[in-house]
């Protein structure tokens, strides 16, 4: 089966606490995304990256990092220096940049200790 | 400033009623705009992608319009059942904008047997 996996589905982080989020796809899409969802709010975007080894940053990507190692994965790191880290974290990925449809995957919850 | 709104936040009718959802946008510069579903604690499903130089897309019960000129979209939903319950979100691509979607808040929708 095609998809995007996520993983863990639930990540628990203590105060101080670097911890990593996995994004895989075997869609063989170009384009990878990570994006941000707290309650009541739409999704809002971190990180995209267009090509392997290229990143750039969204609209909120302060305190968090990521790298693009290999077309199929697109992990991302919630550094100490995100201080509101608990949220709803969505991966996706589409063939490009070029307004084709983002298909996503089941998330991870991201909850401090 | 870009901005996607969806109104109302929820939204409840009996079965079988055929409704309509509300997605509206600031910058009439829309290169394509998406239609999601998400069901509590999942990821996005993608419904429809409207692209600018079209006016509406249909799947089966679903029908989405693109009134640039206005700066609104609506997805119809015709013969709406308890398995339509779910939370439907908009995302605007503005042109000059690669690769990045601009999402609204989303309507919470409930169907009633």
């Known amino acids: 089966d095609g998809g995007i996996t996520q993983s863990p589905k639930y990540l628990f982080r203590k105060e101080g606490q670097n911890v990593t989020l996995s994004c895989e796809q075997n869609?063989?899409?170009?384009?990878m995304y990570w994006y941000r969802q707290d309650p009541g709010q739409g999704l809002r975007l971190i990180y995209y990256?267009?090509?392997?080894?290229?990143?750039q940053k969204g609209d909120i990507a302060e305190g968090y990092s990521v790298s693009r190692e290999k077309k199929e994965s697109f992990p991302l790191t919630v550094t100490s220096a995100q201080k509101n880290p608990t949220a709803f974290y969505l991966c996706?990925?589409?063939?490009?940049?070029?307004?084709?449809?983002?298909?996503f995957g089941p998330g991870t919850r991201l909850l401090v200790l | 400033k870009q901005e996607v709104t969806q109104i109302p936040a929820a939204l409840s009718v009996p079965e079988g009623e055929n409704l309509v959802l509300n997605c509206s946008f600031t910058?009439?510069?829309?290169?394509?705009l998406q239609w999601f579903r998400q069901d509590p604690g999942k990821g996005l499903t993608s419904l429809l992608l409207?692209?600018?130089?079209?006016r509406e897309q249909t799947s089966g019960r679903l029908n989405a319009s693109l009134d640039k000129s206005s700066g609104r979209s609506t997805l119809y939903i015709a013969a709406s059942q308890p398995g339509d319950s779910a939370t439907y979100l908009c995302?605007?691509?503005?042109?000059?904008?690669?690769?990045?979607?601009?999402f609204g808040q989303g309507t919470t929708l409930q169907v009633k047997p």
């Open positions: 996706a990925s589409s063939k490009g940049l070029a307004g084709e449809t983002q298909y």
């Open positions: 990256s267009q090509i392997v080894n290229d990143f």
């Open positions: 995302a605007a691509r503005f042109s000059g904008n690669t690769g990045k979607l601009i």
């Open positions: 910058d009439s510069a829309i290169y394509n």
């Open positions: 409207i692209q600018s130089s079209q």
């Open positions: 869609l063989n899409h170009d384009a």
